[in-house]
């Protein structure tokens, strides 16, 4: 079964700074990842995904994301950090047809 | 309203109350699934419905019954649960049970469990 790892269980960055949120999967076949970012109290948005076509792959609220299959990584990127990205950010693969996530990574974001 | 909606927002109760959460899309998707979400625990798949019919339980205790009537509506019915089972149940759905575009997930019934 696919399986994703998120490293860094908290990631702090300064407004304005660059954000970026690693996910690394196992897969022995091309997988399908995503990203979905949960505010407080809230559910999951899906962020962005990948599925096989472009390998850079842009998202809602300025994120992006780039699959490199030497490196099996799908790490999240933003160029500048803004106070609103402050939430929990899950990096999931499509695993035998159910979504399976990391454990996620809290990103803090100061002033 | 678009999107998927959970009922109630949040949930006290006893262990010996039955409840029900209640999960609504109208997407149009074929596919609805339970999540639970516990404090420092990954999201943990609970039950998986395809047309209505469930493909999926990845052994949950009886004490959680679920229901799907139809591709648009989910329940969650609650038993004699435990304060263990307190966390955050997320519903989701996707167009197909291969959900290649993801899923769309509501906004969670906190359960609190006394």
């Known amino acids: 079964a696919q399986s994703v790892t998120q490293l860094g269980s908290h990631v702090s960055v300064s407004e304005g700074a660059l954000v970026l949120l690693r996910c690394n999967y196992s897969?022995?076949?091309?997988?399908?990842l995503f990203w979905y970012v949960q505010y407080p109290n809230q559910g999951l948005q899906l962020l962005l995904k990948?599925?096989?076509?472009?390998?850079l792959v842009k998202g809602i609220n300025g994120f992006e994301a780039e699959f490199k299959k030497s490196e099996t990584s799908f790490h999240l990127t933003k160029p500048s950090a803004h106070m609103s990205d402050a939430a929990e950010y899950f990096c999931?693969?499509?695993?035998?047809?159910?979504?399976?996530f990391g454990a996620g990574t809290i990103l803090r974001v100061k002033s | 309203e678009t999107g998927v909606t959970q009922t109630p927002r949040h949930l006290v109760m006893g262990m010996t109350n039955k409840k029900s959460l209640k999960c609504e899309q109208h997407?149009?998707?074929?596919?609805m699934y339970w999540y639970k979400q516990s404090a420092k625990k990954p999201l943990e798949l609970m039950f998986v419905?395809?047309?209505?019919?469930?493909?999926e339980n990845n052994s949950v205790p009886s004490r959680f019954s679920p229901e799907c009537p139809n591709s648009s509506h989910l329940f969650l019915h609650l038993h004699t649960l435990q304060p263990e089972d307190s966390a955050l149940y997320l519903c989701?759905?996707?167009?197909?049970?291969?959900?290649?575009?993801?899923?769309?997930f509501g906004s969670g019934t906190r359960l609190t469990v006394v």
């Open positions: 989701a759905s996707s167009q197909t049970r291969e959900g290649r575009d993801g899923y769309t």
């Open positions: 897969s022995s076949v091309p997988p399908y």
């Open positions: 990948y599925t096989s076509a472009a390998t």
């Open positions: 999931a693969v499509m695993s035998w047809a159910k979504l399976v």
């Open positions: 997407l149009g998707h074929n596919a």
């Open positions: 419905y395809n047309f209505k019919e469930q493909t």
